[in-house]
């Protein structure tokens, strides 16, 4: 038989096993066609006066602005949490980011006078007695730029808040953010009043007090280690996935 000797062992992607930047690879993810591809470049380096530069030439020429969002802004910043999932960009680097895109979301809105249907609303909040908010703000900022609606409570936020903000706000998932042991008990008070209540929406919990254990002893709890989860689980939820599917999901068996 007439066989090629190099071509067999060859691992498929030894090819593109050449180093490469965070630039490069995020370049190859880039649509092809402009005004899509410097925006997503612009989201990707957090250049915020690019993106609306971008934004503004696109809808000259008659580009729909609340289309641009999903089409355009959207998969700008996908780009930016898939690197981030692959370990090769940095949560200073999706803050950035998620900043330049929320502030096309807005600049659409503006041009639009009129704002997209968000996917849904999620409440979130830092537990009573605790002041660390910088998990919090990229859980929301991550769960905006991924078109959901968000309600911020803010940090040290009562128990009692909480449950009147999901009463009132009717959301499809609460997010807890805990760093000091001394506060994440909350979260247990939370899911007992809820249930009291007759409410069993999905509460993500995280932050660095929280451990897994802790959170699935209780019946609503989801551990969210990583801030980027917090998309995942909504759009988990919204593709129907109950509580024990959502915990089957993202706890480490």
Request: aromatic share 6%; with cysteine; net charge negative.
């Amino acid at each position: 038989m007439d066989i090629d000797p190099t071509k067999i062992l060859v691992r498929y992607n030894v090819q593109k096993e050449k180093a490469q930047t965070p630039d490069q690879m995020a370049a190859e993810m880039f649509p092809k066609d402009e005004p899509a591809k410097s925006i997503a470049k612009a989201i990707f380096e957090g250049e915020e006066d690019d993106v609306i530069e971008g934004l503004e030439k696109a809808i000259e020429k008659g580009a729909n602005p609340i289309k641009l969002i999903d089409d355009v802004l959207m998969p700008g910043m996908k780009i930016v949490t898939d690197l981030y999932d692959q370990g090769v960009v940095f949560l200073p680097n999706v803050m950035m980011s998620a900043d330049a895109m929320l502030e096309g979301i807005e600049f659409c809105k503006e041009s639009a006078g009129s704002a997209p249907k968000p996917k849904g609303k999620v409440v979130c909040h830092v537990a009573e007695g605790d002041v660390h908010d910088i998990g919090k703000t990229i859980v929301a900022a991550l769960l905006r730029s991924a078109g959901y609606e968000v309600v911020d409570l803010g940090r040290d936020v009562p128990v009692d808040e909480v449950i009147a903000a999901v009463k009132k706000e009717s959301p499809m998932m609460l997010t807890g953010t805990a760093l000091m042991t001394t506060t994440m008990y909350a979260f247990k008070e939370i899911n007992d009043r809820l249930l009291e209540a007759g409410i069993k929406i999905p509460f993500q919990c995280g932050g660095g007090a929280v451990n897994q254990d802790f959170v699935a002893s209780y019946q609503l709890g989801i551990y969210g280690e990583e801030a980027a989860d917090a998309p995942k689980m909504a759009n988990a939820i919204l593709a129907g996935k109950g509580l024990a599917q959502l915990k089957d999901m993202f706890h480490k068996h």
